[in-house]
């Protein structure tokens, strides 16, 4: 098997790139942007050199390039992460969700299908597109988004289902709950909370914190990915998810409490954020019993984690990008 890794400087594309690497297998990494520092790429940091091999590729602008990299070094497995994924920032510029997430990954896939390289495409994508659930939910769910990033991936999903059922298109399908852990954006809220409580910031806690989650760590996540890819059903989706709920509120006092900070002293409560889900409850049992998976990060232990890498990093974080940067 050989990877080739789609949108590989997102926080989950950067993670499976290097859990590949230490299971040996052979990676090719593409983004749109350079990598970025060190903090942000566990492949780096962990020391694996010549592991995965970066090459700069925009699906967005230059198809070309992802078509003579196919060419050349003939990839099995393309795991696909690369998508315009802010939530709130969706209704700003919801043409440019649109564009990444539908159009440009409908010109991918159709280049995709005339790769004849090409055994499994892993196509990663969001529980956003069932909008706010109620009672733990399987993969036949119906879809019913309510942002416009959440439309644009549920029509990416759509699409795909029309080429696996038209063309036999190689795909799996994964949703994940919320993910975290060390590598991740400063701006997600997990490590937005450890970085203000550090540095003495003001926390937003917009809608009060009351939505509740899923927080898996991305090492558990990473191991599912590979599990779907290599013997995942062809046309299914597969959820990875724990079952341990939380509110946004509880999780940041938790990790404030660790911290040996005061709720009261670190957090600003906001209003909601339009068209915000209230509830995302995914039903992993399709995953644990077909490829025999169970999560084994508690929560606890992965806030620990994400601490540590912060620490780890502490004297750069204050040059690295604290709030999300949108790229057309």
């Known amino acids: ?5 789609l949108g590989s400087n997102s926080f989950s594309g950067a993670f499976f790139c290097d859990h590949l690497a230490a299971q040996g297998h052979e990676v090719l990494a593409t983004s749109r942007s350079a990598e970025p520092h060190e903090a942000f790429l566990p492949y780096r940091w962990q020391s694996r050199p010549g592991a995965v091999r970066f090459h700069r590729v925009d699906i967005n602008h230059d198809l070309d390039a992802l078509d003579a990299l196919l060419a050349a070094e003939r990839p099995t497995h393309i795991v696909n992460f690369a998508a315009q994924s802010m939530v709130g920032e969706s ?8 564009m990444t997430n539908v159009v440009s990954t409908v010109r991918l896939h159709e280049r995709l299908r005339r790769y004849d390289g090409m055994e499994r495409y ?19 769910a119906a879809f019913n988004p309510s942002t416009p990033y959440a439309v644009s991936r549920a029509a990416g999903d759509m699409s795909l289902k029309s080429y696996f059922a038209t063309y036999q298109f190689p795909v799996v399908f994964t949703r994940a709950a919320n993910v975290y852990g060390p590598g991740q954006q400063l701006y997600r809220i997990i490590p937005r ?15 009060g914190g009351k939505s509740v989650r899923v927080f898996i ?16 059903t062809l046309g299914e989706a597969y959820h990875i998810s724990g079952y341990e709920l939380v509110s946004i509120r509880s999780l940041v006092e938790t990790i404030l409490a660790r911290l040996g900070k005061r709720f009261e002293d670190c957090v600003e409560l906001g209003p909601e954020r339009p068209g915000k889900d209230t509830a995302y409850t995914l039903d992993s049992f399709k995953l644990r019993t077909e490829l025999g998976w169970q999560d084994r990060m508690s929560l606890t232990d992965g ?15 204050a ?5 999300y940067e949108h790229k057309p």
């Open 217 to 232: 760590h991305m090492a558990d996540v990473s191991d599912a990915t590979l599990r779907i890819a290599t013997s995942g």
């Open 303 to 317: 806030i620990a984690d994400t601490i540590d890498w912060m620490r780890r990093f502490e004297p750069a974080l």
């Open 193 to 207: 909370t450890i970085y203000a409580a550090m540095t003495g910031q003001k926390l937003r806690l917009d809608g």
């Open 319 to 323: 040059s690295l990008p604290a709030r």
């Open 1 to 5: 098997m050989k990877f080739l890794i």
């Open 122 to 140: 892993v196509h990663v994508t969001t529980p956003e597109v069932y909008g706010s659930t109620e009672g733990w939910v399987r993969e036949d």
């Open 91 to 98: 209704w700003i510029n919801p043409d440019h969700w649109m």
